[in-house]
């Protein structure tokens, strides 16, 4: 049973970096099937996608935190990650990463989600 | 880019009550759209995709319709475990944005 579980601080310091890793297990990142994403939800409040990449190294981004975002893949370590730059109080919340099918080449819905981790960002 | 926004926002209803959100897109998706259950405390989990085919395992008392930019998710006979926050989700492009959701709880 393929299986995503998300690593990494949970207190980061403002304007600092936010760096977090996705270990997908039971199965390969490198499936030709599936794009693989960060979504996160402050306290309280909804869902937003943050980005989204390919085992190749393509890449989605939302347009809103685009500037500030990196997602990379490290197919040896079955592993993708996210970095999110210059961050404030703003940016504290729950942060998932999740399974993409493809639909006609593009990512679709989310069908596979890890547990979450939260990321506060507080001095 | 696409908004896509959800009513009601909140709702109470009582078991065995039928329940209809709505999600609708600022512009017109076709059918990708999804909708995902998520409970208090708990990860966000696929119901719908394609607008209306049931994620495998989801129980048969929710469904879903609609195409273009105006969808419901409808729970045919409301169960105490379906309190929850349900989002609708576009995805024919990037970025691909959730709804707000709506929180649906027991009268």
């Known amino acids: 049973q393929l299986q995503l579980q998300e690593s990494g601080p949970g207190l980061v310091k403002p304007s600092e970096t936010l760096s977090l890793t996705c270990t997908v297990s039971?199965?390969?990142?490198?499936?030709?099937?599936?794009?693989w994403g960060w979504i996160r939800q402050p306290p309280g409040k909804g869902l937003e996608w943050i980005g989204s990449?390919?085992?190749?190294?393509?890449?989605y981004y939302n347009p809103s935190l685009k500037s500030r975002v990196t997602i990379s893949v490290d197919t040896s370590k079955n592993q993708f990650s996210l970095k999110l730059s210059s961050v404030t109080a703003a940016d504290t919340a729950v942060y998932y990463c999740?399974?993409?099918?493809?639909?006609?080449?593009?990512?679709?819905?989310?069908?596979?989600w890890g547990r979450g981790t939260l990321v506060t960002v507080s001095s | 880019d696409i908004q896509m926004t959800q009513s009601p926002s909140s709702l109470s209803a009582s078991v065995g009550d039928r329940v209809t959100i709505t999600c609708r897109a600022s512009q017109g998706i076709s059918n990708y759209l999804a909708w995902y259950q998520q409970k208090p405390g708990k990860v966000p989990k696929l119901l719908i995709y394609?607008?209306?085919t049931l994620q495998s395992g989801v129980p048969s008392r929710f469904s879903g319709s609609g195409s273009g930019t105006d969808f419901t998710l409808t729970i045919s006979s409301l169960q105490p475990e379906d309190v929850a926050t349900y989002y609708c989700q576009k995805y024919n492009s990037a970025p691909f944005t959730f709804g707000p959701g709506t929180k649906v709880d027991i009268k």
């Open positions: 394609a607008a209306s």
């Open positions: 039971g199965g390969s990142i490198s499936s030709s099937s599936y794009y």
């Open positions: 990449i390919y085992y190749s190294g393509s890449t």
């Open positions: 999740a399974r993409h099918p493809m639909q006609w080449l593009v990512p679709g819905y989310f069908d596979l």
